[in-house]
């Protein structure tokens, strides 16, 4: 389970970054506008949890290959 901690995580970050990435979108058809701090604040926190999804996946991959080593 601890091997998998890095992936489970990962998969986490990226539900919240959809979540995120689709609240952002609702309230862009409310408002009609990008610069709602609303609106960027949901797609800001979208970008930020994907880019971490992205980064704990390749520090999973990194750790897989130093154990096959």
Do not use: N, P
């Not at 408002?31 to 800001?44: A, C, G, R, Y």
């Not at 930020?48 to 991959?61: D, K, N, P, Q, T």
Request: net charge positive.
């Amino acid at each position: 389970m601890e091997k998998y901690r890095k992936l489970i995580i990962s998969q986490f970050c990226a539900l919240g970054a959809v979540g995120a990435a689709i609240l952002g979108f609702l309230r862009y058809q409310q408002v009609h506008s990008l610069t709602d701090q609303m609106t960027l604040s949901f797609i800001l926190f979208a970008v930020v949890l994907f880019a971490m999804e992205v980064r704990l996946v390749l520090g999973w991959i990194a750790e897989k290959k130093q154990s096959k080593v």
